[in-house]
């Protein structure tokens, strides 16, 4: 079913700033960027291995303002050609997601602008509206949402229309590269680093465990940690088979994440699938999930999979068209659910 969207003109400003981007965009009709600005702390971060929340927020407080600065310079717009701010409200660090709610709250009163506050996972789900193949997009669909803090399946029937099928139970995905990235002493993120390493690896020289439960569609990677940290510990410090263990790791999580989102999609008849995320940019996610299904597989250019806030103003845009304006008073919720 292609549905009709109310056509309504939009240009909207987005703020992103739940974890570790600062982030900014103009957007227009939910699908041509005009600007996408994005400050990375990974390099603030690395030092850490992981998000140091205060670190996080601070380092929002400090760029926050230049970035927004720079969307609209680069959209060569004012505050006033914007009819929209849009924030991500949650999930995410509650710091962080403060910077970037004040800042929106600030602009959308300092200029009588509609605000609007956005869940995070919905806008890693219009992410593929930002691209060349959103005029295929028909629903119903199937998204699997694989990033440092999301493993979830969502059967989506419509604009704002979501039925959570499953998420993981333990840790998330992208969570679990970054540890057994940190594990084998790559550098952090650990995802790019273990999809780069298991290029030149043996998939199969260890087979670790597929913790693929019979019944729905939940995910669980806390066994697979462990059972590459007990794999560590046969080898001297310094003489682990990085990229085998590497490409063994990868294969276990691809092969769960793949053979979850089949089974879903024939479960529920959708007409494609499509990868959000993080970790939707793993190239052998992206290679065995084409292989596995007979539907198209869609997944957003790799700028577009990891944080950044032209999916903001994206799924904003039907928001907006529909008529949704928030009070001033919407608070962070730093555990938001898609429902
Ligand atoms: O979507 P994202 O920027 O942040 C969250 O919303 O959580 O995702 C970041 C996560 C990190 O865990 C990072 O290691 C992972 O995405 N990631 C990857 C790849 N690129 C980024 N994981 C596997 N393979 C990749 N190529
Ligand atoms: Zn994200």
């Known amino acids: 079913m292609r549905e009709t969207m109310n056509t309504a003109y939009s240009r909207i400003l987005a703020i992103e700033s739940s974890c570790d981007e600062t982030a900014a965009a103009v957007i227009e009709n939910g699908a041509t960027i005009l600007s996408n600005v994005i400050a990375s702390q990974i390099d603030l971060h690395a030092q850490f291995g992981g998000v140091f929340p205060e670190v996080a927020s601070r380092q929002h407080v400090e760029v926050i303002y230049p970035v927004v600065a720079q969307a609209l310079e680069e959209a060569h717009m004012g505050l006033d050609d914007v009819d929209c701010i849009a924030v991500t409200k949650g999930p995410g660090l509650v710091g962080s997601l403060l910077v970037g709610m004040n800042m929106a709250k600030g602009l959308a009163l300092g200029r009588n602008k509609p605000l609007l506050g956005i869940n995070h996972i919905e806008g890693h789900i219009y992410s593929l509206w930002l691209t060349e193949d959103a005029p295929n997009i028909e ?105 085998d263990l590497a490409a063994s790791f990868q294969a276990a999580v691809v092969e769960v994440l793949v053979t979850k989102t089949e089974r879903a999609a024939a479960a529920y008849g959708v007409t494609a699938v499509h990868l959000v995320g993080g970790v939707s940019s793993n190239s052998a996610l992206r290679q065995q999930m084409q292989a596995a299904l007979k539907i198209p597989v869609r997944y957003p250019p790799s700028i577009l999979c990891t944080d950044n806030a032209a999916m903001i103003g994206a799924a904003a845009h039907w ?10 008073n919407i608070d962070v919720i730093p555990s938001l659910e898609l429902t």
């Open 139 to 243: 629903f119903p669909f199937l998204t699997l949402v694989v990033s440092g803090g999301h493993t979830e399946l969502y059967l989506v029937t419509g604009h704002g229309r979501y039925q959570h099928l499953g998420g993981t139970l333990d840790d998330a995905a992208g969570e679990a590269f970054d540890k057994i990235g940190r594990l084998l002493g790559l550098p952090y993120p650990g995802g790019p680093a273990i999809d780069e390493a298991a290029k030149t690896g043996n998939p199969q020289a260890f087979k670790f465990p597929r913790a693929v439960m019979e019944d729905g569609f939940n995910f669980s990677f806390s066994g697979l940690k462990t059972a590459v940290l007990r794999q560590t510990k046969h080898f001297d410090p310094g003489r682990l088979p990085v990229n």
């Open 319 to 328: 928001h907006f068209v529909n008529g949704r304006q928030d009070s001033l």
